[in-house]
C-alpha cells in the first residue's frame, strides 16, 4: 500500500482548521444570530450558504452545477469518459434554531475529501462528486429528504411545482426568487452513479457513551410523516356553552395525548412524535374550528411503522362524532434501509486501517442516504454529538472527530473511484 493508500501524504491539522473554518463560517448564515442555526430551503439564507459552497468547490477545482431542484454538484472529472460518479456529501438546509454540523458536516467532509484528490494529484477512473443537497428537514415545503427525493425520481415534476410553505409561496417561486432554475432537469439517471457516501453527526448519544469517535452505519430506520387535520365548529368562548362545542383543539389534544402509548403498545424502539400544530382562526376569545399537527413514525421494522399509521387512523376515526371531521394524509413515507454490505466492509476496513476504533450502529432518524439506497450503493459513517444533543442551538461535534471520519472516505474513495 502506498503513502496515498495509508493516509500519510493527509495534513491532518491543516485539514481539521479547514474543516472548522467551514462549519463556522455556514453557521452564520441563519436567520437566528445568537439563537442557532435557521436556514430554510430557497431563503436568503441559503443564497449565501450556497455561494461559499459552490466558491469553495472552485477553489478546488472541480466543476460545478446546480440542477432544477437547486442541488449543488461539484466534480471532479475521472478518466473513464461516461463512467459513472461516486457522489459524497449531504444537506445544506437546518430545522429552525437548529445546530450548525447536522447536514454541513457531511458536505463540508465532501470538499475535504476533494480536496485531497486534488492535493496528492490523484485522478479518479470513476468521477468524484461532491453533493450538497436541499430540503432534506422538510423544515420549509415539508415531507423532507427533497433533495434527493427529487433527484432519484421519487418526487415528481407536477408533485414538485404544487409543494408550498406557510406563507403560501410555492418551491418554483422560492427558487426564483434567489435566482435559481427550476426548469433544469431534476431527476438523474442511476446509471449516472456508481455509490453515494455520507457522514453525518449521530444526533444521539450512543458513540459518547462508549467512547468511540467512528459508527458505521448498517441501516436507517423506516419513517413516515403523518399530516392530520381536525376540523370543528368556531365559535365565542364566552357565549357557546360546553356541551354545544365542536372543539377542533380539544379532539386534537385528546389523540396527541395518546400516540406515546401507541408507540409503547408496539415497542422494538418505536417512536411517535408531534412537532408541529397549528390552530385557526387562533384567537384567545374564539373556539378553534380547525387544527392541523404533524405526526412523525419511525421503526426500525417496516411492520412497526404500518402498525402505528393503522392505529393513528382508528383513532382518528374514534373521533369522527359530534360535529368533528378528521382528514389524515401521509405526505412521506420511506421504508427501512440497509446500507450497502461491501462498502459497510471497506468503510469498517479503512478506519481499522488508519487506526480509528469504530463499531457497528443503525440510525433512528432518517437522511437522504436512505432514499439513495435503493438507487445505488450507499455507505454512511457517524461521528459522536456532544451530549447526544441536535436540532438545537447546543449541537457540537468536534472538528477532530469529522477530520478522521474525512480520512476514512478519502481512503474508500479513492478505492471506489479507482483513482491513481
Same mark, same amino acid.
Given at each position: 500500500?502506498?503513502?496515498?493508500?495509508?493516509?500519510?501524504?493527509?495534513?491532518?491539522?491543516?485539514?481539521?482548521?479547514?474543516?472548522?473554518?467551514?462549519?463556522?463560517?455556514?453557521?452564520?448564515?441563519?436567520?437566528? $444570530?445568537?439563537?442557532?442555526?435557521?436556514?430554510?430551503?430557497?431563503?436568503?439564507?441559503?443564497?449565501?450558504?450556497?455561494?461559499?459552497?459552490?466558491?469553495?468547490?472552485?477553489?478546488?477545482?472541480?466543476?460545478?452545477?446546480?440542477?432544477?431542484?437547486?442541488?449543488?454538484?461539484?466534480?471532479?472529472?475521472?478518466?473513464?469518459?461516461?463512467?459513472?460518479?461516486?457522489? @459524497?456529501?449531504?444537506?445544506?438546509?437546518?430545522?429552525?434554531?437548529?445546530?450548525?454540523?447536522?447536514?454541513? =458536516? +457531511?458536505?463540508?467532509?465532501?470538499?475535504?475529501?476533494?480536496?485531497?484528490?486534488? /492535493?496528492?494529484?490523484?485522478?479518479?477512473?470513476?468521477?468524484?462528486?461532491?453533493? =450538497?443537497?436541499?430540503?432534506?428537514?422538510?423544515?420549509?415545503?415539508?415531507?423532507?429528504?427533497?433533495?434527493?427525493?427529487?433527484?432519484?425520481?421519487?418526487?415528481?415534476?407536477?408533485?414538485?411545482?404544487?409543494?408550498?410553505?406557510?406563507?403560501?409561496?410555492?418551491?418554483?417561486?422560492?427558487?426564483?426568487?434567489?435566482?435559481?432554475?427550476?426548469?433544469?432537469?431534476?431527476?438523474?439517471?442511476?446509471?449516472?452513479?456508481?455509490?453515494?457516501?455520507?457522514?453525518? %453527526? /449521530?444526533?444521539?448519544? %450512543?458513540?459518547?457513551?462508549? +467512547?468511540?469517535?467512528?459508527?458505521?452505519?448498517?441501516?436507517?430506520?423506516?419513517?413516515?410523516?403523518?399530516?392530520?387535520?381536525?376540523?370543528?365548529?368556531?365559535?365565542?368562548?364566552?357565549?357557546?356553552?360546553?356541551?354545544?362545542?365542536?372543539?377542533?383543539?380539544?379532539?386534537?389534544?385528546?389523540? @396527541?395525548?395518546?400516540?406515546?402509548?401507541?408507540?409503547?403498545?408496539?415497542?422494538?424502539?418505536?417512536?411517535?412524535?408531534?412537532?408541529?400544530?397549528?390552530?385557526?382562526?387562533?384567537?384567545?376569545?374564539?373556539?378553534?374550528?380547525?387544527?392541523?399537527?404533524?405526526?412523525?413514525?419511525?421503526?426500525?421494522?417496516?411492520?412497526?411503522?404500518?402498525?402505528? @399509521?393503522?392505529?393513528?387512523?382508528?383513532?382518528?376515526?374514534?373521533?369522527?362524532?359530534?360535529? %368533528?371531521?378528521?382528514?389524515?394524509?401521509?405526505?412521506?413515507?420511506?421504508?427501512?434501509?440497509?446500507?450497502?454490505?461491501?462498502?459497510?466492509?471497506?468503510?469498517?476496513?479503512?478506519?481499522?486501517?488508519?487506526?480509528?476504533?469504530?463499531?457497528?450502529?443503525?440510525?433512528?432518524?432518517?437522511?437522504? =442516504?436512505?432514499?439513495?439506497?435503493?438507487?445505488?450503493?450507499?455507505?454512511?459513517?457517524? %461521528?459522536?454529538?456532544?451530549?447526544?444533543?441536535?436540532?438545537? $442551538?447546543?449541537?457540537?461535534?468536534?472538528?477532530?472527530?469529522?477530520?478522521? =471520519?474525512?480520512?476514512?472516505?478519502?481512503?474508500?474513495?479513492?478505492?471506489?473511484? /479507482?483513482?491513481?
Amino acid at each position: 500500500m502506498n503513502e496515498v493508500q495509508t493516509g500519510k501524504n493527509v495534513n491532518f491539522e491543516k485539514v481539521q482548521a479547514r474543516i472548522e473554518s467551514h462549519i463556522d463560517t455556514l453557521g452564520t448564515y441563519t436567520a437566528t $444570530p445568537g439563537k442557532g442555526t435557521t436556514r430554510l430551503t430557497y431563503s436568503q439564507e441559503d443564497l449565501l450558504a450556497r455561494q461559499y459552497i459552490k466558491a469553495k468547490m472552485k477553489e478546488v477545482g472541480l466543476t460545478v452545477r446546480e440542477d432544477g431542484l437547486g442541488n449543488i454538484f461539484g466534480r471532479l472529472e475521472g478518466s473513464q469518459k461516461g463512467a459513472p460518479s461516486v457522489l @459524497i456529501g449531504s444537506h445544506f438546509d437546518s430545522v429552525p434554531n437548529g445546530g450548525s454540523y447536522d447536514g454541513p =458536516a +457531511g458536505v463540508v467532509a465532501g470538499l475535504e475529501v476533494a480536496a485531497l484528490f486534488v /492535493e496528492n494529484g490523484l485522478t479518479p477512473k470513476y468521477p468524484l462528486e461532491v453533493i =450538497a443537497l436541499v430540503e432534506e428537514e422538510g423544515s420549509r415545503f415539508g415531507g423532507g429528504l427533497m433533495g434527493s427525493r427529487g433527484m432519484v425520481g421519487l418526487l415528481g415534476e407536477e408533485d414538485f411545482k404544487t409543494l408550498k410553505d406557510k406563507d403560501g409561496i410555492t418551491t418554483v417561486e422560492a427558487m426564483e426568487k434567489i435566482g435559481l432554475d427550476p426548469s433544469l432537469p431534476k431527476k438523474r439517471d442511476p446509471k449516472t452513479v456508481k455509490a453515494y457516501l455520507e457522514l453525518h %453527526i /449521530e444526533q444521539g448519544p %450512543i458513540l459518547e457513551e462508549k +467512547g468511540i469517535t467512528i459508527g458505521v452505519v448498517e441501516a436507517i430506520v423506516g419513517l413516515t410523516q403523518l399530516d392530520v387535520t381536525v376540523k370543528g365548529h368556531a365559535g365565542h368562548a364566552g357565549t357557546t356553552p360546553m356541551d354545544k362545542r365542536a372543539d377542533a383543539l380539544v379532539v386534537a389534544a385528546k389523540m @396527541i395525548a395518546q400516540f406515546p402509548e401507541l408507540a409503547a403498545a408496539v415497542g422494538d424502539g418505536t417512536v411517535i412524535t408531534t412537532g408541529q400544530l397549528q390552530v385557526y382562526p387562533n384567537g384567545s376569545n374564539v373556539i378553534p374550528d380547525q387544527t392541523v399537527f404533524s405526526v412523525d413514525i419511525r421503526s426500525g421494522k417496516e411492520e412497526h411503522v404500518q402498525n402505528v @399509521i393503522q392505529k393513528v387512523k382508528e383513532l382518528a376515526d374514534s373521533y369522527r362524532e359530534s360535529g %368533528i371531521d378528521i382528514i389524515v394524509e401521509q405526505p412521506l413515507y420511506v421504508q427501512p434501509k440497509a446500507m450497502d454490505k461491501e462498502i459497510v466492509r471497506l468503510l469498517k476496513e479503512k478506519s481499522s486501517e488508519l487506526g480509528f476504533p469504530s463499531c457497528s450502529i443503525n440510525s433512528g432518524a432518517g437522511h437522504d =442516504a436512505m432514499v439513495f439506497a435503493d438507487f445505488t450503493d450507499v455507505g454512511m459513517l457517524f %461521528i459522536p454529538s456532544k451530549n447526544g444533543l441536535s436540532h438545537c $442551538p447546543e449541537e457540537w461535534s468536534d472538528s477532530l472527530h469529522i477530520a478522521e =471520519a474525512v480520512k476514512i472516505l478519502f481512503e474508500a474513495a479513492i478505492e471506489l473511484t /479507482e483513482a491513481e
